[in-house]
């Protein structure tokens, strides 16, 4: 692979965020660092494509294509890498949110780290994310079953988390295990590699299952700590019902330790145990909440 001559694509996942979506690929437009942008409408309901393609339609930079159905992350992703593949010659590829900010000297300095560190077998590489977590561990199945519950999460705390003496804050950069999926770069020859997003999940654990795949394959991650970006988390999954998106995450949990942790079906009853009750914890605290609102706003009116 020659690292010296990158052809730098981005790819951007749309479901229903036409406005998110225009803004980003319209700021990534004038980045001289990336040459291609392929926006992939995820079968929005909205008219994002028909919306997108007709903004872009004059742009030779930009692409717009549909996905034919929404698959989910990994599914819509794939189309876009996948499409890009078939059509040009791509060294790399930026998997980004429409909903994230990002300035062209952090794409700059992940693609000459790259660049500079031929030696090294690189798969993904990330910035700082300015409002969330920046990278986190490989989860085990014990990790799942904690961070299931509330309540166990507030005894043993969040065991995927890096904690400042693991984060390399002096040279710039640190190897870890995941990088957020809301954006990332990674080599063409590592996405390739790995057989791309694995498809099973339709939101959530992507990262974690892409990055060990990569390890599998003797691949690194990275996260450079001198530069950032913004997540916005705007995004179309926002609109999804808190109990819907726990099931969805639970499922992705689920798929993560049975396919690559082999978790026997013991290990699994106990999972759907505790999230069993990590759910009707979740319920009891959300009420709560509204029984204490409705008590404080009672005794404000004084009725």
Same mark, same amino acid.
């Given at each position: 692979?020659?690292?010296? =001559?990158?052809?730098?694509?981005?790819?951007?996942?749309?479901? $229903?965020?036409?406005?998110?979506?225009?803004?980003?690929?319209?700021?990534?437009?004038?980045?001289?660092?990336?040459?291609?942008?392929?926006?992939?409408?995820?079968?929005?309901?909205? =008219?994002?494509?028909?919306?997108?393609?007709? $903004?872009?339609?004059?742009?030779?930079? /930009?692409?717009?294509?549909?996905?034919?159905?929404? !698959?989910?992350?990994?599914?819509?992703?794939? /189309?876009?890498?996948?499409?890009?593949?078939?059509?040009?010659?791509?060294?790399?590829?930026?998997?980004?949110?429409?909903?994230?900010?990002?300035?062209?000297?952090?794409? +700059?300095?992940?693609?000459?780290?790259?660049?500079?560190?031929?030696?090294?077998?690189?798969?993904?590489? !990330?910035?700082?994310?300015?409002?969330?977590?920046?990278?986190?561990?490989?989860?085990?199945?014990?990790?799942?079953?904690?961070? +299931?519950?509330?309540?166990?999460?507030?005894?043993?705390?969040?065991?995927?988390?890096?904690?400042?003496?693991?984060?390399?804050?002096?040279?710039?950069?640190?190897?870890?295990?995941?990088?957020? !999926?809301?954006?990332?770069?990674?080599?063409?020859? +590592?996405?390739?590699?790995?057989?791309?997003?694995?498809?099973?999940?339709?939101?959530?654990?992507?990262?974690?299952?892409?990055?060990?795949?990569?390890?599998?394959?003797?691949?690194? =991650?990275?996260?450079?700590?001198?530069?950032?970006?913004?997540?916005?988390?705007?995004?179309?999954?926002?609109?999804?019902?808190?109990?819907?998106?726990?099931?969805?995450?639970?499922?992705?949990?689920?798929?993560?330790?049975?396919?690559?942790? $082999?978790?026997?079906?013991?290990?699994?009853?106990?999972?759907?145990?505790?999230?069993?009750? !990590?759910?009707?914890?979740?319920?009891?605290?959300?009420?709560?909440?509204?029984?204490?609102?409705?008590?404080?706003?009672?005794?404000?009116?004084?009725?």
């Amino acid at each position: 692979m020659n690292r010296l =001559n990158f052809d730098v694509c981005a790819v951007i996942l749309n479901y $229903n965020d036409y406005n998110n979506t225009m803004r980003l690929a319209s700021k990534l437009k004038s980045y001289e660092v990336i040459h291609k942008i392929i926006i992939v409408d995820n079968n929005s309901t909205d =008219n994002s494509f028909y919306l997108l393609k007709e $903004n872009f339609s004059n742009s030779q930079k /930009i692409e717009v294509i549909s996905s034919g159905k929404n !698959g989910g992350y990994a599914f819509g992703n794939n /189309i876009g890498i996948k499409y890009a593949l078939s059509k040009y010659s791509v060294n790399g590829f930026l998997i980004l949110n429409p909903d994230i900010d990002v300035q062209e000297m952090t794409i +700059s300095s992940i693609v000459k780290f790259v660049k500079q560190n031929s030696v090294l077998k690189i798969g993904i590489v !990330g910035a700082k994310n300015n409002v969330g977590v920046s990278a986190w561990k490989l989860p085990s199945f014990w990790s799942y079953v904690i961070l +299931s519950s509330p309540l166990l999460t507030r005894i043993f705390g969040d065991p995927l988390i890096y904690n400042n003496n693991e984060i390399d804050q002096i040279q710039g950069f640190t190897k870890v295990d995941v990088l957020p !999926g809301s954006f990332f770069f990674i080599t063409s020859e +590592s996405i390739q590699d790995v057989g791309f997003f694995d498809e099973g999940t339709f939101l959530y654990c992507e990262e974690s299952i892409l990055a060990y795949k990569l390890r599998k394959k003797g691949y690194s =991650n990275y996260l450079l700590t001198n530069v950032s970006f913004t997540h916005l988390e705007s995004g179309s999954t926002r609109s999804l019902k808190f109990i819907k998106r726990y099931i969805i995450l639970q499922r992705s949990r689920k798929y993560f330790l049975t396919k690559y942790l $082999n978790v026997n079906i013991l290990g699994i009853l106990l999972f759907w145990l505790v999230t069993s009750l !990590g759910l009707f914890e979740f319920l009891m605290l959300s009420n709560l909440k509204a029984i204490l609102k409705y008590l404080k706003e009672r005794s404000y009116h004084g009725r």
